[in-house]
Each structure stands twice: as C-alpha cells, then as structure tokens.
C-alpha cells in the first residue's frame, strides 16, 4: 500500500517531442506529488509537484496531470530536449504520518531513465 | 542559492567498520531526512527527524542506524558495522517547513562496502 509504481522503466524520445511518465500509487493518505529530476552523480532535484486538490499544474515545459479517482498522476515533458535526459522519479507524500504528524517522508516510484535524441 | 552539502563524497569502508556520513542542512531548515539509492533502483526514505529526535523510521532503518545533530549545522548518519548490502549512494534532505514545502537533496555520498 506504500508504494508508487512508476512506468515506463525507460524512454527514448526524439528532440521536441513529448515525453510521459506514469506513476499510481495506493494509499490515500498520500497528499503531495513532486517529480524529481536526477543527473548521474547528483542528488534528485524537484522538478514541479503538485497537490491533490487541482488535477494539472504546469511549469514551463512541465505538466503533472493528476487524476485523484484512479489515484494516477503522470508528468508530461513538452518540446523534449536532449539536455532532459536524465532519471526521473515520481514520489508521494503522506498527509498523516506515523504518529498522526506529516513529517514529509518521500515515497519513490522505480524512476524512469528518459533519452532525448537530438 | 542555498544548498546542502554532504562529505565525503566517496566513502570505501571494510565490512565490519562503523562508517559516520556528514551533511550540513540548509541553515533555517527544521526537517531533516537520510535517503538511500542502491545502485540502478529507486530512492528509499531511511529515516526523518524533527526538534532533535526521530520522527520516523523505516525498516531498513535498524540498530545499526543511528542520527544526531551534535550541533546546530551538522546532521550525521552513523552505521555501526558496515555490510555489503549497506554500499550505496546516500542522500542527505533537508525542508524548511512542513508538507508542501521543497524537500532539497544534497549530492550524496557514496559508500562502498568491501
């Protein structure tokens, strides 16, 4: 019941199309969708994130789609540019956590490994 | 901008040994977190803490983990007797406030365990 599921394991998308990553995840607790970005050799940093009281956000050339019924959320990389290769990992947060606080434990999908040809 | 910084970056240790991995959050952050990234799989929360102690833990959190803040800048992860499963890379975050704020993640150090 913790876990996201992210899909795909990996992408390969041509320069200035679109690239989307999936993740569903199963404990309704969960409260906060961030994306993380990573490069080889760096630590995840946040892309974009959304709540679940709106169903899109974007950000530049970054969209999360989040359907709360189906407890999907997806993020969508418009114009995809060789430099956005990179891992991506969806994550999840719970509202409440162990002992009735949130203490902003992060919760990672398997991340996806996204490659833009140029 | 500010940012959190972890040393060393690279860490080789002998099965057995007690390794101490340091990060310094950013300065005005109340939350502080050890993830952890086996080599290829995904990032696993270890353990969070708040006003000085534990607030949650995982399962891979055991008696061998330990945390502390001996000051106010530092913030360490202590494994007491290393093992093979335990090589990987670890991430120190730190958030400023609570739920929706940016959890920032440092580069990491990389433990390896022979």
């Known amino acids: 019941q913790q876990q996201v599921k992210q899909s795909p394991q990996s992408l390969i998308v041509q320069k200035g199309g679109i690239s989307i990553i999936n993740c569903a995840y199963e404990?309704?607790?969960?409260?906060?969708f961030p994306w993380y970005q990573q490069f080889p050799g760096k630590g995840p940093a946040l892309l974009i994130a959304?709540?679940?009281?709106?169903s899109e956000k974007k950000e530049g050339r970054f969209t999360i789609s989040f359907n709360k019924s189906a407890k999907q959320f997806s993020l969508h990389i418009m114009d995809s540019q060789p430099g956005d290769s990179a891992t991506y990992f969806c994550?999840?947060?719970?509202?409440?956590?162990?002992?009735?606080?949130?203490?902003?434990?992060?919760?990672f999908g398997q991340g996806t490994i996204l490659t833009v040809h140029p | 901008e500010p940012e959190v910084t972890q040393t060393p970056s690279h860490q080789v240790t002998q099965m057995g040994q007690e390794v101490i991995l340091r990060c310094v959050p950013i300065?005005?952050?109340?939350?502080f977190y050890w993830y952890r990234q086996i080599l290829g799989q995904k990032v696993e929360f270890l353990v969070s803490?708040?006003?000085?102690?534990?607030?949650?833990k995982s399962e891979i959190f055991d008696d061998q983990f330990s945390v502390e803040r001996p000051d106010g800048s530092n913030f360490t992860l202590k494994i007491r007797s290393t093992k093979l499963e335990d090589s990987a890379m670890y991430f120190c975050?730190?958030?400023?406030?609570?739920?929706?704020?940016?959890?920032?993640f440092g580069p990491g150090t990389r433990l390896t365990v022979t």
């Open positions: 975050a730190s958030k400023e406030r609570g739920l929706y704020y940016e959890q920032y």
């Open positions: 404990n309704t607790a969960f409260d906060y």
């Open positions: 959304i709540r679940p009281d709106v």
């Open positions: 994550a999840a947060s719970p509202s409440i956590g162990a002992g009735g606080t949130s203490y902003g434990k992060l919760t």
């Open positions: 300065s005005n952050h109340l939350y």
């Open positions: 803490f708040y006003n000085n102690e534990i607030s949650e």
